[in-house]
């Protein structure tokens, strides 16, 4: 990996997250509600309303107002939680592990089975098998997450059955088997839908791996046929599926505010919905710059692994 490779990498994300600091609080800005008003209530006087916003600097120029932001977001003091009165970062920073252990889960349960099933389905190509695995990336891709969860939910947490709870939550580091079962159904609703994605992937990516002349020739060499497709064609497969796995982190933090508001998860998603609905705008900044730091640092991820397992990348 090389060095000038790295720094350009981090240079673009860098001025990607400026212009979308620019874009969050112009954003904002525009949404309606008051700061003021949400802190005195909307019966306040003029002249009280007036004071406190001289008291937050809303009567400065925006651009004043974006730099001061800006050098807090900077130091990681985001302000206090206008319906909270909480610091921000201490709100959001529950949150984000609450999320963060959610995502985790469901990217472990979809890398492990979705790149095998992907090169069953091309090793087996044109049978049942790959039949089968297709029609189920299919209906995956097809499903949204809401109706995937209530399915799940009727499945697995009905009253006349319920093998796994209907939702909450619990840290695992309080009772990990409890956390494990509070959140297999919203990680398998999340993961349903990366699963069919990237298993199509690798399969069409190994299906062509499969027919290359490095591979015949390591069919030649009289390798055994499990270390030919192990050893030497899935690995030369991933790099499209890393791509789409980096490309699905993106559909798990918008997906996630759906599926965290279905089972009562205390993370971002949740946490944005609340301040949308109260409008408490230093929240719904802190969480919106978060989300979007997360999907540039784990695309720079995908990239700096693709670039690893496929050296033509970095020199393209």
Request: hydrophobic share 60%.
């Amino acid at each position: 990996m090389s060095l000038a490779y790295l720094l350009r990498r981090l240079g673009s994300i860098v001025i990607v997250l400026a212009i979308v600091t620019v874009a969050v609080f112009g954003i904002t800005m525009i949404l309606p509600g008051n700061a003021a008003i949400m802190i005195l209530g909307e019966h306040a006087t003029p002249e009280a309303l007036a004071a406190m916003e001289r008291q937050l600097g809303l009567d400065r120029p925006l651009a004043v107002q974006y730099l001061s932001w800006l050098g807090g977001v900077l130091q990681g003091d985001f302000g206090m939680s206008l319906r909270l009165s909480l610091p921000v970062s201490q709100v959001v920073g529950a949150a984000f592990w609450n999320s963060a252990a959610l995502a985790l889960v469901a990217l472990v349960a979809v890398t492990v089975i979705s790149i095998p099933i992907g090169a069953i389905a091309a090793i087996r190509r044109g049978t049942g098998w790959d039949l089968g695995i297709g029609v189920l990336s299919y209906v995956g891709t097809a499903m949204p997450e809401f109706v995937t969860a209530t399915i799940l939910l009727v499945l697995f947490a009905s009253p006349d059955w319920p093998v796994l709870p209907a939702g909450g939550f619990v840290a695992p580091t309080e009772d990990f088997g409890a956390f494990l079962t509070h959140v297999t159904l919203p990680a398998a609703t999340l993961g349903l839908i990366m699963m069919a994605h990237i298993s199509r992937q690798v399969r069409s990516e190994m299906a062509d791996v499969l027919q290359s002349d490095f591979v015949r020739a390591a069919r030649l060499k009289g390798l055994a046929e499990r270390r030919v497709i192990w050893r030497h064609a899935l690995p030369n497969s991933l790099a499209p599926a890393v791509a789409v796995i980096s490309l699905d982190i993106g559909y798990v933090l918008g997906g996630i505010i759906v599926v965290e508001e279905i089972f009562a998860w205390p993370g971002l998603g949740r946490l944005l919905i609340y301040a949308l609905q109260n409008r408490d705008l230093p929240v719904i900044q802190a969480v919106t710059l978060l989300l979007a730091v997360v999907y540039a640092l784990s695309n720079l991820l995908a990239d700096l692994v693709i670039a690893w397992l496929d050296p033509r990348v970095r020199y393209a």
